[in-house]
C-alpha cells in the first residue's frame, strides 16, 4: 500500500491533548464499569482550534454513555468519532452515542471494519457489531469510509490502513467472510488516532494495534512525516503473545523511544509487566476513569 505523507512541509501541531479513558478493561472508581473494551475522548487545543473526539465507543450497549455521565463527561457536543476496527468491543456502543448526539456526526472508519467479523478458538463466535451500516444513518452518524489517513482536526488525523512491515507481528485466530468464503481476516481496517503536540512530538492512540504496535507506530510517522514520538496509548495486543514477539516488540518501542506509554486492553499481563521493567516510570497502565494531559 502507498504511503503519502499529508503535507509535504510536515503535519500541523496542537498545543495540548487530554485524553479521558470512558471504557477500560480496568477501573479504580466504584461508580463506574469495568468492561473489555476501549473508548477514549480525546481533547485537544491549539490557537483559534479546539476539537472533541471520541476514539472508540466500547462495547454494546451503553458502557462509554454511562461512564461519561458518572464522570460528568460531555460527549455529545462531538467534532468525529473515529473508529479503529470492527470488533464489538469498539464499535458497539456507536449507535447509542449517536443516538444521544442528535446532530450530524462524522464516523471515521475503514470501508470493511463493518464486514462480518469471527473468532475461532475451540468455537467459531461472531466479534463484530450487533447493528449494520444503515442504523448508523438513522441515529445521525455520516459515515466516512476511508483507506488512507483522513485529517481530522488540526493536528489530528487517522493512520489509514496500516502498512505491514515487521516479520514478527502477525494476524491470527480472526476470521472473516471475502467474495462468499470463509477466509482469514488480517484486520486492514486497523487504524490509529495521531496527534502532533508542539515541541513534543506524535500521541499514538491505538484500538487494538492487531496490525501491530511497531507497525503501527511506523506507519504513524509516516503518514505524520516526523519520526518524534512522544507517547503510545491503548491497545498493544500482545495478550497470549509468546516470549519472542514481546521481546522484539519491546526492543523495537526502545529504539523508537517515546516519552510516555500507557498500554491497556488487550495488551496482557506478560507484556505489560516486561513494559514495565524496560520503560520504568514512563510507562504507566490507563483504566477506565483515568485522565491522561499531555
Known sequence: MEVRRILNQG??????????VLVEDSVGSPNLIAKHGLSFLVETSS?????????????????ASRNA???????NTLDAIVIS?????????????????????????????FAA??????????????????????????LLL?????????????????????????????????????????????????????????????????????NTVRHAQKVAGTNDIYAIIGGFHLEGADDNRIQATVDQLLKIQPKWL?????????AMNRLLDSFGEHCKTARTGDIIEL
Open 69 to 75: 455521565y458518572a464522570m460528568k463527561t460531555d460527549i
Open 146 to 214: 476511508a483507506r488512507n489517513s483522513v485529517t481530522i482536526a488540526t493536528g489530528v488525523i487517522t493512520t489509514g490502513e496500516v502498512s505491514r512491515e515487521t516479520d514478527f507481528e502477525k494476524v491470527e485466530g480472526f476470521w472473516t467472510l471475502k467474495d462468499e468464503c470463509f477466509t482469514q481476516d488480517q484486520m486492514t481496517d486497523e487504524q490509529a488516532l495521531v496527534i502532533n503536540v508542539r515541541e513534543k512530538g506524535l500521541v499514538i492512540v491505538s484500538g487494538c494495534a492487531h496490525s501491530g504496535i511497531v
Open 262 to 270: 500507557y498500554p491497556c486492553h488487550c495488551t496482557g499481563s506478560k
Open 11 to 20: 503535519m500541523p501541531s496542537v498545543d495540548s491533548v487530554r485524553l479521558t
Open 85 to 113: 476496527h470492527g470488533h464489538y468491543d469498539h464499535v458497539g456502543g456507536l449507535v447509542e452515542i449517536l443516538r444521544n448526539i442528535r446532530r450530524p456526526t462524522p464516523v471515521v472508519v475503514h470501508p470493511v471494519a
Open 47 to 63: 490557537a483559534g482550534s479546539n476539537s472533541r473526539i471520541l476514539m472508540d465507543v466500547g462495547p454494546p450497549p451503553d458502557i
Open 117 to 142: 467479523k469471527f473468532a475461532l478458538k475451540l468455537n467459531l463466535r461472531f466479534i463484530g457489531p450487533d447493528f449494520d451500516q444503515r442504523s448508523i444513518g438513522d441515529v445521525g452518524g455520516v
